[in-house]
């Protein structure tokens, strides 16, 4: 995995659109919440515009960065036969999986960690109230990310066509999850409903996490519909990942 991993962080490194998107991508993105949130009315929500931003934003840079990047990556080594080749040797599947998505992984636990201390330090924003809650959000979307990103790999027929099938969860998660809008301020059935998305109980975790007011049904929850969201993605992963390429 270690092997895999610097490899796919040497071409991240070389691929410059790839790169911009997960290095940039997150702290512009940030500057786009901060301006949803700002037209909206946080009265009543318990976070100012700082704090529902840069909570929004965690998720995002786990979005842009641990789902969109691996599926590239992924499509890319099945149509170069690399997927292929890496399973005649002695790594199993996971590891293959895990293996190459390890550099994303890692760019979106250190952008979340640049968030928390930039936010702190520098934005009169609160120190996290409850941190287990905030690295438990953030490793599980950080599995949930993946195995999403190997569910939309095996629809994928190319790495151009992966910038329209990244689509669909990127623009629902955005809307429907909390990213740019806190669930708060939505119409009471609405909300409900958004809950179920796959990416909404990591925000609550997150957000939770960072600025507290949570009860503990609400953190089990959370915790229950991410849990139950990988467990499909990981049996459609097993169901439907494509090893080698269309003919």
Avoid: H
């Avoid at 849990?227 to 990981?234: E, G, N, P, Q």
């Amino acid at each position: 995995m270690a092997a895999l991993g610097r490899a796919e962080l040497t071409l991240l490194v070389r691929n410059r659109y790839a790169l911009f998107v997960a290095l940039l991508m997150p702290l512009l993105m940030v500057g786009v919440i901060r301006s949803s949130v700002a037209g909206v009315g946080l009265e009543g929500t318990g976070m100012s515009v700082a704090e529902a931003s840069l909570s929004g934003g965690i998720v995002m840079a786990l979005l842009l960065v641990v789902y969109l990047n691996p599926v590239s990556a992924y499509v890319a080594r099945r149509e170069e036969l690399v997927l292929k080749r890496l399973r005649t040797g002695e790594v199993s599947d996971r590891e293959i999986l895990a293996g190459t998505a390890l550099p994303a992984g890692v760019l979106g636990v250190a952008q979340s960690v640049l968030m928390v201390v930039a936010g702190v330090a520098f934005l009169d924003v609160r120190a996290p109230e409850r941190p287990e809650l905030l690295v438990g959000g953030v490793l599980l979307g950080l599995v949930l990310l993946v195995t999403l990103a190997a569910v939309t790999a095996g629809l994928t027929r190319t790495v151009e066509s992966a910038q329209i099938t990244t689509m669909p969860l990127f623009v629902v998660s955005s809307a429907g999850s909390g990213l740019f809008v806190p669930l708060e301020v939505f119409p009471e059935k609405m909300a409900s409903l958004c809950e179920l998305l796959p990416l909404t109980g990591v925000m609550t975790l997150v957000r939770a996490g960072w600025l507290g007011g949570i009860e503990p049904g609400e953190a089990v929850g959370a915790v229950t519909t991410t849990l139950a969201w990988t467990v499909i993605s990981v049996f459609a992963v097993q169901r439907w990942f494509r090893w080698e390429p269309r003919r």
